[in-house]
């Protein structure tokens, strides 16, 4: 088995994709040393023609791969597919419109994230071989049997795809995955922006000293790392950021004294002007700091014992509509449904809403309530007596 190396290739290749429904698409990558995704291969297979590309051959464009990807009357195919997606983003291709058969499998009852061969194996009758997956998809040439491995989970994905969506569509569950659809392609998600970096951890803290040091520090580490291509963690640990936004330091000495900071850091090459990013944000941090919000505080002390009833819930009306309950609302959800009868969450709006929401709000206004039945969880009614007449 042969890869297409050469962009006369490719070029042929592609025609023979356009105007086809959908493409079933997979990638390869090594990104363990590095900040950004080394693409390594990429494979795809519409209802007429697939193939393996080799993004590494010397000379070949992926622009003719990249156009099919921006094409928005073909609609590409993926199992999980969030790593794909960071990587077309990258290329300024993002893959629109989108089917994610991880997150349909969800919605069809295959459980909670299920793997491509589960799902290839319940749906296909498919063993699939696996003995190819950890290989160094780097290193060329590439075995046949890596290249028969990697075509065979385009081939696979191009004949579920249609029953999977078939079977959603007999269902009436097709449109509750688009907004998962929507939210995988959506650029934000995808925000290499070193000044943004701070939005994927989890400040601690709301002082304006202490977020505008934890702004620094991460806008600092993304821009060390995708300037050294080293993955964040080798440049420092997240832990560190918490402390150094706490302490606040200013100088190598304070630096030195942390204990999250790796010793004689300071000294290092990255020291001095990390120390120049902290006092930056110091000059001003009211105008510097971003604008968190604080977390909700819990209404009652019983909110706490709300949400693990919500919990149950879930988990009752999840199994009664055979889908995850993970696509139906979060652990953020429920606390948040806890403390308020009106919270702008996606449980307490449309086919969740009627799948779950409604029930939730029920179940606060103690009109439902949880009966363990054997080893099952039923929800049932609560029929209030009428109050009786005041006596004369």
């Avoid at 900071?261 to 510097?288: C, H, M, Q, W």
Wanted: aromatic share 6%; with cysteine.
């Amino acid at each position: 088995m042969t890869p297409i190396t050469t962009t006369a290739e490719l070029a042929a290749f592609c025609d023979k994709i356009k105007g086809q429904p959908f493409v079933a698409v997979d990638t390869e990558f090594m990104r363990e040393t590095t900040y950004w995704p080394k693409l390594c291969l990429i494979q795809a297979a519409a209802p007429s023609a697939e193939a393996t590309i080799d993004p590494l051959a010397d000379g070949l464009d992926l622009e003719p791969f990249l156009e099919i990807m921006r094409d928005t009357s073909i609609l590409k195919v993926f199992h999980a597919a969030r790593q794909d997606v960071e990587i077309f983003n990258n290329l300024q291709a993002m893959p629109r419109p989108l089917f994610d058969t991880q997150v349909a499998g969800m919605a069809a009852g295959f459980g909670e994230q299920i793997a491509y061969d589960a799902l290839v194996r319940q749906m296909l009758k498919i063993e699939l071989d696996k003995s190819s997956r950890f290989t160094d998809w780097a290193r060329r040439p590439l075995t046949d049997n890596q290249l028969t491995y990697a075509l065979a989970d385009v081939t696979h994905l191009a004949k579920l795809f249609p029953m999977l969506r078939d079977r959603l569509e007999r269902e009436g569950r097709l449109a509750w995955v688009q907004d998962e659809m929507n939210d995988l392609t959506d650029p934000a998600n995808y925000d290499v922006e070193p000044e943004n970096a701070w939005k994927r951890l989890r400040p601690r803290r709301h002082t304006a000293k202490y977020l505008a040091v934890y702004r620094a520090v991460a806008a600092w580490r993304e821009r060390t790392a995708q300037l050294r291509d080293q993955p964040r963690g080798r440049i420092l640990k997240d832990e560190a950021i918490d402390e150094i936004a706490t302490q606040g330091p200013t100088d190598a000495e304070g630096l030195d004294r942390l204990r999250s900071v790796p010793k004689g850091f300071s000294g290092s090459r990255f020291g001095p002007d990390l120390i120049t990013s902290i006092r930056e944000a110091l000059k001003d941090p009211e105008a510097y700091a971003p604008v968190v919000e604080k977390p909700r505080q819990s209404a009652s002390p019983a909110a706490g014992a709300v949400v693990e009833l919500l919990k149950v819930l879930l988990k009752a009306r999840a199994e009664e509509a055979n889908v995850a309950s993970k696509l139906i609302a979060t652990v953020s959800d429920l606390e948040q449904i806890a403390n308020d009868d009106e919270a702008d969450v996606a449980a307490l709006k449309g086919w969740r809403r009627e799948a779950f929401g409604e029930d939730a709000l029920k179940l606060k206004r103690g009109e439902l309530a949880l009966v363990l039945d054997g080893a099952r969880v039923r929800v049932v009614e609560v029929r209030r007596a009428p109050r009786a007449a005041a006596a004369g």
